[in-house]
């Protein structure tokens, strides 16, 4: 399914803080949300899954604007994992992936056969089947984001909508998962921090800085040092990866122009007597 954002605009807290974003995102792709915090992409995402609905602009799900869809049939076609899930539910997990489909069914507690099937095969996807009879709240952070990753893929939506999916991840689940979201045919927008695991992750990559997409386009066309200087206030070094060619980044430290000035009396850095540091 095509994804169009025209020309959106969006506030939080009576403050503009996306303007004029117009993407396109060709069915099966996936689109990484780049930026740095308070840039913007949360909100984004947000306006594209429906959650809150932009101020301007429109969003269309092959050719069809949102803001003419009912709330089941955006559920239907899109699944959203959301960065904040401060949530403390008792529930089992498996009730928890099941709650992705409710779209599909007759309510909460009225799972077919089918529906439980697909909750444990979603669970099986991402390695955490052991999980489904645990209390969702006695998991750790990085379980609970593949149970939460695991409701959006049974959710069985040709869009996904992630915002920052990889948190807590170890590296093994955070390679995991982008090649899970890399391996299905669904249109995929996430938003991403790790700039080379978007760069190996991603088709295209949309820089968002303070609200307006700052660059746009393949990973190699748009990552290089000048771009990540001028989003991030960050100097780096490109370097090609010695097996896989792939060009990574190495962050050297925040760029001199920008890095806030000490303050008042210097702190000292030696380490107090009987401190760990070497
Ligand atoms: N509930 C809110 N009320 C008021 N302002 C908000 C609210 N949520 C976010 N904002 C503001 O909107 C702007 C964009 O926030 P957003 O969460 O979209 O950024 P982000 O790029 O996702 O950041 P991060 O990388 O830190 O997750 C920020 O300036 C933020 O302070």
């Known amino acids: 399914m095509r994804v169009d954002i025209e020309d959106l605009d969006a506030h939080r807290g009576g403050r503009r803080v996306v303007s004029e974003v117009s993407v396109s995102v060709p069915s099966g792709t996936v689109l990484g949300m780049l930026g740095p915090n308070g840039s913007g992409k949360s909100t984004l995402l947000r306006a594209v899954s429906g959650v809150a609905a932009p101020s301007s602009g429109r969003v269309l799900l092959d050719g069809a604007d949102t803001a003419s869809l009912s709330r089941r049939e ?9 960065q904040e ?11 928890m992936v099941l709650l992705g489909r409710i779209p599909h069914g007759r309510g909460f507690g009225n799972d077919s056969d089918r529906d439980v ?3 444990l095969g979603a669970l099986e996807r991402v390695g955490a089947p052991h999980l489904a009879r645990r209390a969702f709240s006695a998991l750790s952070g990085g379980e609970r984001q593949r149970v939460l990753f695991a409701r959006a893929l049974a959710q069985d939506t040709p869009v996904l909508v992630l915002d920052e999916p990889t948190n807590h991840l170890d590296i093994a689940h955070q390679l995991e998962l982008l090649d899970l ?10 938003a991403l921090h790790d700039l080379n695991l978007a760069a190996r992750s991603c088709d295209a990559v949309g820089v968002l800085v303070d609200g307006r997409l700052a660059a746009l ?13 001028s989003a991030f206030d960050v100097d780096s070094t490109a370097v090609d990866h010695p097996r896989s060619g792939r060009r990574h980044f190495l962050f050297d430290a ?6 806030p000035e000490p303050e008042g009396t210097p702190v000292s850095l030696t380490a107090p007597e009987g401190s760990i540091r070497p």
């Not at 979201?181 to 996430?190: G, P, Y």
């Not at 925040?254 to 890095?259: D, I, L, V």
């Open 254 to 259: 925040r760029s001199p122009q920008t890095a």
């Open 181 to 190: 979201i890399r391996a299905t045919d669904k249109t995929v927008l996430v």
């Open 117 to 119: 099937a697909v909750a």
């Open 85 to 95: 899930h401060s949530e403390e539910f008792e529930i089992p997990v498996l009730d």
């Open 74 to 82: 955006m559920a239907l076609r899109v699944a959203v994992m959301a």
């Open 217 to 229: 386009g393949a990973p190699t066309e748009v990552l290089d040092t000048a771009l990540i200087r």
